[in-house]
């Protein structure tokens, strides 16, 4: 059995920012509240036309294999994460199969919204574990601007979520001492519609629906969040997988040098932070300027306090998420 690691990091943002106070020309919010609720002060939202999800990731990606010191033609399968999908099918992994000229290997697309990221590398580890694949690329991307309920009654949701991707490349590492130490993956799907966007699907509300109803009220198609619930759940599961992974590997808080959680809200963050006892210095945040990217926020952030120099070899990292589904999970890595 191998360990797998990461060996290179990418990101990509759209340039147009999103301010708070712009947000407050267009519906009933403002600045105060959104910082004091999410620590949002503003986020990039894509001009149509510029980008898409899967060309955010390539673009993220594009970037990670450089840094890698790798080939494209060197990478043996592509890890999708995303709930902002180009098309409702194929999955955008196909679409960086194809815009990267990668050769024909396999492309999976995950559909595990803020947790995502976490559950692609997870998926990328066992494969490299087993010796199936040396080298796997790992995208995180979402377009969520193109999608929200940008009125007043879309606030409570649309203020929060930004547009982003970031992406990793990870290989096969020889000492088990180094790489993903492990992974640590759950789900409860009691609470899926509590967080969730219920059309288009075949579910509840089918496409022949949408067409035969035609109905401009339909708030079906929007992102819904029932917010204080989701954070009440959020606080326990990100607190209760952190520790589970430290436990699995015996280690302790104390023992993190840098934790990157899922940037969902900045006060979940810091409430973690406070719960752990860790310092500033090990936790790494930008919610501030991207806004909640959910499955890109963790790539985004690892990438960023990586090239700040915050993240150095020998060094405890560890990934945390929570979020739609419900689902979460945790990584721990000694980089
Ligand atoms: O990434 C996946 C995981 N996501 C999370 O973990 C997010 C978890 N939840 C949260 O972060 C918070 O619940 C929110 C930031 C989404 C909302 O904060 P909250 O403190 O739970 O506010 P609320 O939804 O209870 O709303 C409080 C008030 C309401 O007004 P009334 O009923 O008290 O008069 C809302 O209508 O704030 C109002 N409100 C807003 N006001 C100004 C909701 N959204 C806005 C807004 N601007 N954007």
């Not at 947790?115 to 199936?132: H, N, P, R, T």
């Amino acid at each position: 059995m191998y360990n797998s690691k990461i060996i290179g990091l990418g990101y990509f943002v759209p340039d147009n920012v999103v301010t708070n106070d712009m947000l407050s020309e267009i519906m009933d919010t403002n600045d105060e509240w959104i910082q004091e609720r999410t620590g949002i002060k503003e986020r990039r939202h894509v001009i149509k036309g510029e980008d898409t999800t899967s060309t955010m990731g390539v673009k993220a990606a594009r970037i990670a294999i450089e840094r890698a010191g790798i080939d494209k033609d060197e990478i043996d399968f592509i890890v999708f994460a995303t709930l902002s999908p180009d098309y409702y099918f194929p999955g955008p992994g196909v679409l960086v199969q194809r815009d990267m000229g990668i050769k024909t290997v396999g492309a999976i697309d995950i559909r595990n919204q803020c947790s995502g990221f976490v559950y692609g590398i997870s998926l990328a580890d066992q494969y490299i574990k087993s010796g199936m694949y040396k080298n796997v690329l790992v995208i995180g991307s979402e377009l969520h601007s193109g999608g929200l309920d940008m009125t007043t009654r879309g606030r409570g949701v649309s203020v929060i979520f930004g547009d982003g991707a970031g992406a990793v490349v990870m290989t096969r590492e020889e000492d088990n001492s180094k790489g993903i130490l492990s992974t640590h993956l759950h789900s409860e799907g009691a609470h899926a519609e509590e967080l969730s966007l219920i059309a288009p699907g075949m579910g509840k509300r089918w496409v022949l629906d949408i067409l035969k109803d035609n109905d401009p009220d339909d708030e079906s198609y929007f992102p819904y969040m029932n917010g204080q619930f989701v954070f009440k759940n959020a606080v326990v599961r990100f607190s209760e997988v952190i520790m589970e992974g430290l436990k699995a590997n015996n280690l302790e808080p104390k023992d993190i040098d840098m934790l990157i959680p899922h940037q969902a809200n900045l006060r979940i963050s810091q409430f973690i932070q406070h719960k752990m006892r860790l310092r500033d210095d090990q936790v790494y945040n930008n919610i501030m300027k991207y806004g909640n990217t959910t499955a890109a926020s963790i790539p985004i952030a690892l990438t960023e306090a990586w090239e700040q120099g915050k993240i150095k070899e020998g060094d405890l990292v560890v990934l945390a998420a929570f979020g739609s589904g419900f689902t979460w999970g945790s990584a721990i890595i000694r980089w």
